[in-house]
């Protein structure tokens, strides 16, 4: 009874609908007559930077083909990287076709200097296309923000790990957000290895990565703080496996001078594991209350907007209707609306695409659907309102 539980239903019809805008893109032919076209490339918003500031890179995959797999990572010694979401935007011209999906990454270098990015790969039909390196110079922290003071279990040890969840009863699908805390007082020998929970049962999301220091127990520590937004798939109890990180760390008390005297100059590596306690979550099933008969399970806070790209055509001259779905939850389960009855107009399949973004550790965007609609006589012709039904856990 103390909690508030809302259904809510939009719908809205109303014109200008803003497109995602293109990057730039470097094009590159198949090579052979009838092939498809594909392009890759990368773009940063800044190529100079201090240590411990992010920069936003930007991968695009775009052409005429369909099924074009995501860009492939490699591995990058010299940054901390983590997915900040991504997007898509097609366009028909003349019944063709074409596809635009970006995907976003966020990069924290972790030294100064001249850093490169490297190259990302993408493999389609027995081919693989790259994107250029991008040099990226890396200056001196210019201002240091004050440590963090935080209390949590383990503090004392030198490397140790955190995990924690912002609710512990969400309802299906509600996004639930997980944050992981590693945390170290001594330099490590060579980079962090994470291995993330085991999610079986949830969808997931990842969301960008911060790095900082804190004191804890009166001990300054480097953090690094990893976000996943995971969605619970069915009720009653879920179980969130433990998160681990492998890190290399000093180990002075066998080196040739004990360790004395030379600071460890000669000191050797130690591997340690650190890894986190499991999770249970009490998942809740939607009530029953109220629920329209056009639910198909959709939870967040959502609204609709409709528009057409023209409205003054010939008959049988195509006009695309495009409808957004946007807000906060977990956009891959948004469905396509219900279109009304269009009466005069004969209607084509729908192709739908998603925006996803995950600046400010949560999960918004939107999933957009364009249908081509030919009129088939001319005169003044309606599109009725459209509605989209789904569940707000606020």
């Given amino acids: 009874p103390r909690e508030r539980r809302a259904w809510t239903r939009t719908g809205e019809v109303k014109k200008g609908f803003a ?3 293109a990057g730039l893109v470097l094009f590159a032919s198949c090579g052979r007559a009838g092939a498809q076209n594909i392009a890759v490339s990368a773009s940063t918003d800044r190529t100079s930077c201090a240590l411990g500031e992010q920069i936003m890179l930007t991968v695009t ?45 966020v990069l924290v270098p972790n030294k100064e200097g001249k850093l490169s990015v490297p190259a990302f790969t993408v493999s389609y039909s027995g081919r693989t296309y790259a994107t250029n390196p991008i040099q990226v110079e890396v200056g001196k922290s210019t201002a240091q923000a ?46 962090p290895q994470y291995q993330a929970p085991d999610f079986r049962g949830f969808m997931v999301e990842d969301l960008p990565q911060q790095t900082y220091f804190a004191n804890v127990g009166g001990k300054r520590y480097a953090v690094v703080e990893i976000k996943t937004a995971i969605f619970p798939a069915a009720p009653g109890q879920s179980v969130i496996g433990s998160a681990a990180v492998t890190c290399m760390v000093q ?11 030379f600071g460890g100059f000669f000191s050797r590596g130690k591997t340690r594991v650190v ?9 809740r099933p939607l009530p029953e209350g109220g629920k329209p008969a056009s639910f198909r399970g959709t939870v967040g806070a959502y609204s609709i907007k409709a528009s057409v790209d ?24 948004i469905v396509q609306p219900e279109l009304p009855r269009l009466d005069g107009f004969k209607v084509y399949e729908t ?44």
Avoid: C, H, W
């Fill in 351 to 394: 192709i739908p695409s998603v925006n996803v973004d995950k600046s400010g550790s949560r999960v918004r965007g939107s999933r957009v659907f364009k249908t081509v609609l030919v009129p088939l006589a001319s005169g003044a012709i309606t599109i009725p309102p459209v509605q989209y039904s789904f569940f707000d856990p606020e």
């Fill in 146 to 191: 004050p440590d963090r003071q935080e209390t949590v279990d383990g503090s004392g040890d030198e490397v140790f790990v955190t995990a924690a969840v912002d609710k512990k009863k969400p309802y299906i699908n509600e996004a639930v957000t997980l944050t992981v805390k590693f945390y170290r007082a001594i330099n490590l020998l060579d980079s």
């Fill in 19 to 21: 497109g995602i805008a």
């Fill in 275 to 283: 890894k986190t306690q499991p999770i249970t979550l009490d998942v």
């Fill in 251 to 261: 180990d002075v008390s066998d080196d040739f001078f004990g360790g004395r005297g």
């Fill in 61 to 105: 995959v775009s052409g005429d083909a369909q099924g074009v797999p995501a860009p492939l990572a490699p591995p990058m010694p010299d940054f901390n990287i983590a997915s900040s979401g991504s997007s898509q935007q097609i366009s028909i011209v003349n019944f063709k076709m074409s596809m635009t999906s970006s995907y976003n990454y």
């Fill in 310 to 333: 023209k409205t003054k055509v010939q008959a049988y001259q195509p006009v695309t209707l495009t409808l957004s779905v946007e807000g906060a939850g977990n956009i891959n389960t």
